[in-house]
């Protein structure tokens, strides 16, 4: 088939395809045209006697027009020589990579496989989580009777991080909401003569829920996500190999630290939110609701102080949680950049959604007490 130019060509008798002539960038035009009327159905044997140069630009119109058979057809090839059979596996091979996934069509069905994939995650997520915890626990008893290996610089300079570098935003973000709800409470409030009430409001919600709440989650955004980039970076350097080479324990090492010092200042951190919280909504009762300073206090002191108990009890709960999801995430990344960040933004959601869901069952199971 056009015989006598001097571009590549190719013929097709009984299943076998010849090709013949230069297969280059310099005939790219020439020879994308004539693959068009090539059957690629009906080539079941390949022939290259008569090709004379061959580059990645012949080698990938010839992917283009038969596909995945280039590989199988290459292997069987007769005539090709070694470089010419190496650079078209090459092709075949990288092209099949790149090769977008086809496109399937949707089914109700998917819908419930993706549901069971979720849940299934979840329940091997919430599994390693409950043996990084145990493995964690016991390494922490081991470590209680080995004054020796206690690291104190690690947990002050972790508490440092944790905590005291988290004093400012989290106290101003209750400040603000403490002031919000204040101002929301006495809209409503005012239409039945109520307003005295919201001091009431306040109170309680702060010292119950949003003291620890909102300083739960700012820490799972801001605490965990560091967790997981650290432990994850020094994952990606080898760094806890080399650790375990030494005869050290990451576990005993990393994670105590982390999870000690979250223990000890995600409680103050709480308690420090719930003083803004109620100083946001004196403020709005000083400026709006004509109740002094002094009176809001007084109206403070007369909640009780099961109440701020509660809030406070719930602080090292979740400060586990946070600590042990942001470590094992650390620990879980793949070796990769992408990996970090994937792992980190899993920390994240996590520790938050976590976060939520204890505090939602806390809520439900201590008003059916009646505490």
Known sequence: MNEGNPEGEWSLREGRLSLSGDWTLAHHACLHARLASLPAQEVRALDGSKLNRLDTAGAGLLWQRLGKTLA????????????????????????????????VEAHWSDSLARLGEYMHSGWQQGRRLLGFAGLTLSTGLVLVFRPGQWRLTALVAQMQQCGLNAVPIVA??????????AFLGATVLASFGATIYTVDLVAYSFMREFGVL?????????????????LGAMKVNQELDALRAQG????????????????????????????????????VGLLSLDISLAHYLAIVQEVPVRHLLVGLGKAPLFAMLIALIGCLEGFKVAGSAQSVGEHTTS???QSIFVVILLDAIAALFLMEMGW
């Open 72 to 103: 199988s057809l290459t292997r069987d090839a007769t005539g090709l020589n070694d470089g010419q059979r190496a650079l078209l596996l090459a092709v075949a091979g990288s092209m099949s990579e790149r090769e977008p996934a086809p496109l």
């Open 172 to 181: 101003l973000l209750t400040f603000l909401v403490g002031a919000v709800v």
């Open 214 to 230: 909102l300083t739960a989650i700012l820490l799972a955004g801001r605490t965990a996500s560091a967790f997981t980039a650290q």
């Open 248 to 283: 050290l324990d990451p576990i005993a090492l990393l994670v105590l630290p982390r999870l000690l010092a979250l223990l000890l200042t995600l409680p103050l951190l709480t308690f420090i939110a719930i003083i803004s919280g109620l100083f946001g909504g004196a403020l």
């Open 347 to 349: 920390s994240v959601v």
